[in-house]
Each structure stands twice: as C-alpha cells, then as structure tokens.
C-alpha cells in the first residue's frame, strides 16, 4: 500500500497517531473489508454503517462527522435510517477490538 497523504499533511505524521502508519492502515482496512456483508445487508455505504455503529454505542448522544459536499452530507444523513442489529453492533465491537493497540 503505497502513502496517500501529501507530506504537509497532519496524517503522515505517523507519531501523531501511529493508526495512519502503513501496516496499521493495512491491518484496519482488512477489518472494514471484513464488513461487505454488512454494507450488503443494510444496503448502505460504509460510512454509513460507520456512522450507524457510533451512534448504536453504549453512551454515545451524538455522532460527530464532516462534510465537505452536498452528496457526503447525502450520504451521512442516511447513516441515521439505519437500525443496526444489536448482533452486528457487537460483531463491530469485537472486530475494533481485536486490532489491539496501533503497531509503532
């Protein structure tokens, strides 16, 4: 996987926060490609799902996400149509989880 963020950018500073280094991103996105079958099920994007699964968290009173379009503000709006299964809240949960701490 070769770096996607410009040089200047706060997100190639990997000890900022060593999730945004190369092996770490790897690890999270073979987690999220672990979810196909959910963005199959509830028939919505990932950041749907995303967003759906934070707000379904134990505690969590709102949902804090930027936009930068018309169509990203579409699509995070959607996110609140979704009614997750508690089942698949929880199978995201121990998914997270099972990343452990970021690799440094």
């Not at 079958?37 to 919505?44: G, I, N, P, V």
């Not at 759906?52 to 968290?57: G, L, P, R, S, V």
Request: proline share 6%; hydrophobic share 45%; charged share 20%.
């Amino acid at each position: 996987m070769e770096r996607v963020f410009r040089a200047d950018e706060f997100r190639s500073n990997d000890a900022w926060s060593p999730w945004f280094s190369l092996p770490n991103r790897s690890r999270v996105l073979s987690m999220l490609a672990g979810w196909n079958d959910l963005l199959a099920k509830y028939e919505c994007s990932l950041s749907q799902l995303v967003l759906a699964w934070t707000a379904a968290q134990p505690g969590v009173t709102h949902v804090l996400c930027g936009t930068r379009t018309l169509s990203q503000l579409a699509d995070n709006i959607k996110a609140a149509e979704l009614t997750l299964e508690p089942g698949d809240v929880q199978r995201m949960r121990a998914d997270a989880l099972a990343l452990g701490p970021p690799s440094v």
